[in-house]
């Protein structure tokens, strides 16, 4: 696992760094430079909006007495997607819009739902309880 992350963290700048050099070439640094502060800008405009109306989902789920699973992987999602928008990118934007964007973020839901799943039913997770009386 801490391999991949290094590979991760190690591979993705290199990308992206190559894809706005490309960008650059083909418009202009300014150009590109702008692109992607709008899209910093955007993407942080609409992971705010979309977590206000989650919370006030999670809010209205727990007022009606229920849990709220499913609001709460939106809201991994969309926390998920506003820190790949917050990073200067094209490969981590379009990773981030996907991920707040309400109808593909059902694709990444569905994933996420079964890897949960799977981790319970194979015993990786485990919930401690420490009660302090």
Do not use: W
């Not at 991949?4 to 050099?21: D, G, S």
């Not at 083909?26 to 590109?32: K, Q």
């Amino acid at each position: 696992m801490l391999g991949k992350l290094i590979l991760l963290f190690t591979l993705t700048p290199i990308v992206e760094l190559y894809i706005l050099f490309q960008i650059a070439k083909v418009t202009s640094f300014s150009a590109t430079l702008l692109l992607v502060l709008l899209t910093g800008i955007a993407g942080a405009y609409l992971a705010k909006s979309e977590g206000k109306i989650i919370i006030t989902r999670i809010k209205t789920e727990i007022n009606q007495g229920r849990m709220p699973g499913n609001e709460l992987i939106n809201g991994l999602c969309v926390l998920i997607g506003g820190a790949f928008l917050l990073t200067p990118g094209i490969l981590t934007d379009v990773v981030g819009f996907s991920l707040v964007i309400p109808m593909t973020r059902t694709i990444f839901k569905a994933y996420i739902k079964s890897k949960f799943e799977s981790m319970i039913k194979e015993g990786q997770v485990h919930f401690y309880y420490n009660r302090r009386d």
